[in-house]
C-alpha cells in the first residue's frame, strides 16, 4: 500500500531505538501496531459496508423493476379467478342468497330490530316478512353492537 521495503524499516527501528531507548521501545512498538491495527479495521470495515450498501442499491433497484412487472400479472390472475368464482356461485350458495344482496351489517341489526319490535306489539309477524325469516332470525347468532364512534 504505502511501498514501504525492508531498508526503510530496518532504519526506522533503529532511529526509534536511538530516541526512546531500549526501555520504552517494546511499548511504542504495541501502540503502533494497536494503531495501525485499528485504522487497519476502520479501513476494511468502511470498505464492507460501502459494498454492502452497494449490493442493497442494486438488489432495490432489481425488485423494484421485477415488482412492476409482476404486479399487473398478479392482479390480472387474480380477477381471473374471481370471475370464475362468481361463475360457480350458484353451485355453493342456495338460490334465496344469490339473487338478493346482503344489506350492510347496521343495516340488518337496524331491520331485524324493527321486526322483532313489530312482531312483538302484535303478536305475529311484521307484514312482508314471512314465517321462515323469524326462524331464521332466531337461529342466526347476533354479534354483538358496535359501540364505535
Given at each position: ?124 309477524p311484521a307484514p312482508g316478512s314471512d314465517s321462515n325469516s323469524t326462524a331464521d332470525q332466531t337461529a342466526t347468532p347476533q354479534s354483538p353492537p358496535d359501540n364505535r364512534s
Amino acid at each position: 500500500m504505502f511501498d514501504i521495503g525492508f531498508l526503510e524499516l530496518l532504519i526506522c527501528g533503529v532511529i526509534a531505538l536511538l530516541v526512546l531507548g531500549p526501555e520504552r521501545l517494546p511499548t511504542a512498538a504495541r501502540a503502533a501496531g494497536r494503531w495501525v491495527g485499528g485504522a487497519r479495521r476502520m479501513v476494511s470495515q468502511f470498505t464492507s459496508e460501502l459494498d454492502r450498501q452497494l449490493k442493497a442499491d442494486e438488489l432495490r433497484e432489481e425488485l423494484r423493476k421485477a415488482g412492476d412487472v409482476g404486479l399487473d400479472d398478479v392482479q390480472k390472475t387474480v380477477r381471473g379467478a374471481l370471475d370464475d368464482a362468481k361463475k360457480y356461485e350458484h353451485m355453493i350458495l342456495p338460490e334465496n342468497e344469490t339473487q338478493k344482496p346482503r344489506p350492510a351489517p347496521a343495516t340488518r341489526r337496524v331491520a331485524e330490530s324493527q321486526q322483532t319490535s313489530s312482531s312483538d306489539d302484535e303478536g305475529q309477524p311484521a307484514p312482508g316478512s314471512d314465517s321462515n325469516s323469524t326462524a331464521d332470525q332466531t337461529a342466526t347468532p347476533q354479534s354483538p353492537p358496535d359501540n364505535r364512534s
